[in-house]
Structure formats: structure tokens, C-alpha cells
């Protein structure tokens, strides 16, 4: 399958308004992935794996395609996960993370987020990390991932606490509950230190997020894509 031409087909589509030919050429390449016989996927596990701004259309077009399939190659379950993690705005990456779900299910995937990004995560990756969380761990299946939230709210705290990276905190906050009875007793004490480092915070999101978590705010300030 020369997936680089559909592309290039679906690309002239989008350049030109012919949203029917557009679905088309998505349905295609859907139907083409839900194919247990499909081999090469060398195309789509190098684009998903790419990070340059230059591949985002094509990610684009892999992440439209899947958005209603029930069954990906398992070569593709990785590259999406790192194409969810990597996917900066907070809208679309549930895109990448969603077909993982429904093909795999949320235990499974979200699983593979913890062990992978929560300890040997870069930077970049944790904050990653923190915009999927909201749809990995939002979309479950009738699974129970309790055991997983309760593992992931106790990350999210001592993460924030721990780690001052601004943009990994801007991530983090917007999940972060500061209910003592949600956490171990040893956790206990970060929650007024969350707070403290919080509202002192030099971000005015970061303050804002704060503010709406001790509900001294009912405004809700958008997280932009970007610092």
C-alpha cells in the first residue's frame, strides 16, 4: 500500500475543500488499517513517530482515519502512544490515544503511559503525560482502573511538588486534587505545600489553577498549546 500517495490524495482534498473525496480517502485508509492482514505499516509508525512540524498534516491524516476503527495492527499501538504523548494540543491528542483504547482497552493502555513516562519521562514527555491522562483515564471501558487513578492522583502531587518545571506544572495542575483523604497518610503533607507553591507561583496560570482548585475562582483559563 503506498500510503504516502493516499496521503498526498487526502492533503489535495483538504488543500481544496472536497470534504466529501476527504472522508473517503479516510474511510479508505480506516478500513485498509482494520485489515488483520495489513504488513507494512512502516509509513504510518514513522510519521507517528516523528516530531517535526512538518509531519503534522500526516499525522493529522492517520489520527482522522482512525477515529472510528475498532481494530489497529498491534505494530501501531506504540506510535500512537507516543504520538498522543507528543501531540501539544490538548484537543486533538485524545485522537491518537482513542482507537489504543478501544482496540486494547483503558487498563492496558494506561498501563503503559505509568510505566513508561511517569518515572523515565522526559520533561516534555510528563507534561505529555498530564494532557492525556484526562482522556486515557476518562475512557474507560467498563474496566476497573481505580487501582490506576489512585496511582496516577498520587503522581500528579508529588510530581507537581517535586518537579519545577514549568511547563510539566501548568500540565499537571488542572488534575490535581488536594483532598487528604484521596492520598496515603505519608502524602499528607505535600497538599499544603502544593497549595503554598501554587499561589506563589511566578505563572499566572499556575496561580489561576490554584485559586480554582481551593474554589476561590470559578473563571477557567484556558491552557494554551504553548508557553
Given at each position: 500500500m503506498d500510503w504516502e500517495k493516499?496521503?498526498?490524495?487526502?492533503?489535495?482534498?483538504c488543500n481544496n475543500e472536497n470534504f466529501n473525496q476527504r472522508l473517503k480517502i479516510e474511510r479508505q485508509a480506516g478500513t485498509l488499517l482494520e485489515n488483520r492482514k495489513l504488513k507494512d505499516v512502516s509509513w504510518l509508525v514513522e510519521v507517528l513517530e516523528q516530531q517535526a512540524v512538518e509531519s503534522r498534516m500526516r499525522r493529522l491524516f492517520i489520527m482522522n482515519s482512525l477515529r472510528k476503527n475498532n481494530q489497529i495492527p498491534k505494530s501501531l499501538f506504540l506510535p500512537l502512544i507516543y504520538a498522543s504523548i507528543y501531540e501539544c494540543n490538548p484537543s486533538l491528542n485524545r485522537y491518537f490515544i482513542e482507537p489504543c483504547i478501544r482496540c486494547y482497552g483503558s487498563y492496558r493502555v494506561n498501563v503503559e503511559l505509568i510505566n513508561r513516562y511517569t518515572e523515565n519521562g522526559t520533561n516534555e514527555e510528563k507534561a505529555g503525560l498530564a494532557r492525556i491522562l484526562y482522556w486515557s483515564l476518562h475512557s474507560a471501558d467498563g474496566e476497573n482502573i481505580k487501582e490506576l487513578i489512585n496511582k496516577i492522583n498520587c503522581w500528579f502531587l508529588t510530581e507537581f511538588v517535586n518537579n519545577k518545571n514549568i511547563n510539566v506544572r501548568r500540565c499537571i495542575i488542572p488534575h490535581l486534587q488536594l483532598e487528604a483523604w484521596l492520598y496515603p497518610q505519608e502524602l499528607?503533607?505535600?497538599?499544603?505545600?502544593?497549595?503554598n507553591i501554587g499561589l506563589s507561583h511566578s505563572d499566572e496560570y499556575i496561580r489561576h489553577r490554584i485559586a480554582i482548585q481551593l474554589g476561590d475562582s470559578s473563571f477557567y483559563m484556558p491552557l494554551s498549546d504553548k508557553l
Open positions: 493516499l496521503y498526498q490524495d487526502w492533503l489535495f482534498c499528607h503533607s505535600l497538599i499544603p505545600t502544593a497549595i
